[in-house]
C-alpha cells in the first residue's frame, strides 16, 4: 500500500465514540455501492476499528462517513473482543502497536473465535517479517502501513468486505451441499433397503416357481415310472449322473440345470406306449421297436409346448443319438449333437447298465467299464466317456 499520510488526521474528542456507540452511515443500502458489499438483508456491514489512538479512529470514521457501514470502535484488545462476542462483525481493523495486547495478537484471538470476521492490521512502521507471517498464517486479510491513502484504503476495505461476503457465501453453498449430500445418502440408504427387499421378494418367488417346475416335472417323470415299473428310479439316476457329469464338463447355470431336467423328463415320450410293451420280456418285434424308438420325438412334442426355464427339448428329442451317427431319431454325428444329448446318452446307457431291466440283469462293475469303453467314439461321445469314469474313479459315481 502507498505510503501517504490520512487525509484528515484528527476529530475533535466530542466525536469519538466507543464499541458501545455503533453509528451508521447514509443507510444500508447506498446508491454509491454495489449490494455486495454491504451486510445481509437484515443487518448492516459493521466494521469494528480498534486503536487506542483517538485521532486515527477518528480519521478512520471520518473516512468511512459517507459509506453505508455501521462503525464500532474499541480504544484496547480487551473491548474488542468483548464487542466481536457480542456483535455481527464482518471487519475488524486494528492497531498493531497497542497496550496489552498486539494486533497480531489480537487477530490471532478474532480468528480463532469467529474465523470469519475479516481482519486488517494498521502498523505505524514497515516490519516486513511481521506482516508476511501475519498473512501466511492467516490472520489478517491485509498489513495496511500508516499513513494511508484513503482512496486506497477505501479499496482494501471494500475488497475485504467482499472477501467476507465470498466466505459466507461459500459456507452457505457448503452447508447445502452438505445437506443435499445428506439427503442423497439417505434416498440412497432408503433405496438400497427398497431394492434389498425386493430383491429378496423376487429371489423367493424365483425359488417357489423353480420349486413348481420341479415338482411338476417329477410328476411327469412318475408317471412314466408307474407305466414301466422296471425304470422306476431311473430317471432320477440319469438326471444325477448326468448332472455330475456336466458339472465336470464346465456346464453352468440354465445348461446344467438343463441338462438334469431332461435327464429326468429324457423317456416322457413313454408315456404313450403300453404298459405290456414297456415290461415286455426278451425281444421286440419290428413293430414293436419302431413304436419304441418314436419315443424321444414324442417327449420333444410333449414338452414343445410347455415354457421352462431350460433348453430341454432339444436335448429330449436327441438322447438316443450316437456318436457315429447310427442313431435315432436324426442320425446326427459327433458334436452335430447337442452337448448335453451326448450327455444323456452316457448317462441313461450307463444306468441301463447299472440297473436290472425287464429284458436282462445289471451288468458287473467290470463289463460296465467294458461296455463304456468300447462304447467311445461310436456309441457316445469319448470325452463324456472320459468324464464318467473319472467321476466313476473318484467314487463320486458308483457301480
Ligand atoms: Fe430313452
Given at each position: 500500500m502507498t505510503v501517504t499520510t490520512p487525509s484528515q488526521p484528527g476529530l475533535p474528542a466530542g466525536e469519538s465514540r466507543s464499541a458501545d456507540e455503533g453509528v451508521r452511515g447514509r443507510?444500508?443500502?447506498?446508491?454509491?455501492?454495489?449490494?455486495?458489499?454491504?451486510?445481509?438483508d437484515d443487518e448492516p456491514t459493521t466494521i469494528l476499528i480498534v486503536d487506542d489512538e483517538t485521532n486515527v479512529i477518528a480519521s478512520l470514521r471520518r473516512l468511512l462517513r459517507h459509506e453505508p457501514y455501521r462503525i464500532l470502535t474499541a480504544s484496547e484488545a480487551g473491548t474488542a473482543l468483548e464487542t466481536i462476542r457480542k456483535e455481527s462483525v464482518q471487519l475488524v481493523m486494528c492497531d498493531?502497536?497497542?497496550?496489552?495486547?498486539s494486533g497480531t495478537e489480537l487477530m490471532q484471538r478474532v480468528k480463532l473465535s469467529r474465523p470469519e470476521v475479516v481482519r486488517i492490521i494498521f502498523t505505524g512502521y514497515l516490519d516486513m517479517n511481521a506482516a508476511v507471517d501475519a498473512i501466511n498464517k492467516g490472520e489478517v486479510f491485509r498489513f495496511v502501513t500508516k499513513p494511508w491513502n484513503d482512496e486506497e484504503l477505501r479499496l482494501v476495505i471494500r475488497q475485504a468486505l467482499e472477501h467476507h461476503r465470498l466466505l459466507r457465501q461459500n459456507r452457505e453453498l457448503l452447508k447445502q451441499v452438505n445437506e443435499q449430500n445428506r439427503e442423497l445418502r439417505q434416498l440412497n440408504r432408503e433405496l438400497e433397503r427398497r431394492v434389498g427387499v425386493r430383491t429378496r421378494q423376487i429371489r423367493q418367488k424365483s425359488d417357489e416357481l423353480r420349486a413348481s417346475y420341479f415338482s411338476t416335472i417329477q410328476a411327469l417323470a412318475a408317471a412314466v415310472e408307474v407305466k414301466d415299473p422296471?425304470?422306476?428310479g431311473h430317471s432320477e439316476s440319469v438326471a444325477r449322473y448326468a448332472s455330475l457329469i456336466a458339472q465336470a464338463m464346465d456346464l453352468t447355470g440354465h445348461h446344467l440345470e438343463g441338462v438334469r431336467v431332461a435327464g429326468i423328463l429324457?423317456?416322457?415320450?413313454?408315456?404313450?406306449?403300453?404298459t405290456a410293451l414297456l415290461s415286455k420280456q426278451g425281444n421286440l418285434e419290428p413293430q414293436e421297436w419302431q413304436l419304441v424308438r418314436e419315443h424321444p420325438q414324442v417327449g420333444a412334442r410333449i414338452l414343445a409346448p410347455a415354457v421352462l426355464p431350460w433348453p430341454i427339448v432339444p436335448l429330449v428329442y436327441h438322447h438316443h443319438e450316437r456318436y457315429d451317427g447310427t442313431?435315432?431319431?436324426?442320425?446326427l454325428e459327433g458334436e452335430a449333437i447337442p452337448l448335453g444329448a451326448r450327455i444323456l446318452a452316457v448317462a441313461d446307457a450307463f444306468d441301463a447298465m447299472n440297473s436290472d431291466r425287464s429284458y436282462r440283469t445289471r451288468l458287473t462293475p467290470r463289463q460296465i467299464l467294458v461296455e463304456l469303453e468300447a462304447g467311445a467314439g461310436n456309441l457316445f461321445d469319448p470325452d463324456v466317456v472320459t468324464v464318467l469314469l473319472t467321476l466313476i474313479k473318484k467314487n463320486l459315481i458308483g457301480l
Open positions: 443507510g444500508r443500502h447506498s446508491t454509491f455501492l454495489p449490494e455486495e458489499v454491504v451486510g445481509s498493531q502497536r497497542m497496550p496489552g495486547m422296471y425304470t422306476r429324457h423317456d416322457i415320450g413313454k408315456l404313450v406306449l403300453d442313431g435315432y431319431p436324426e442320425g
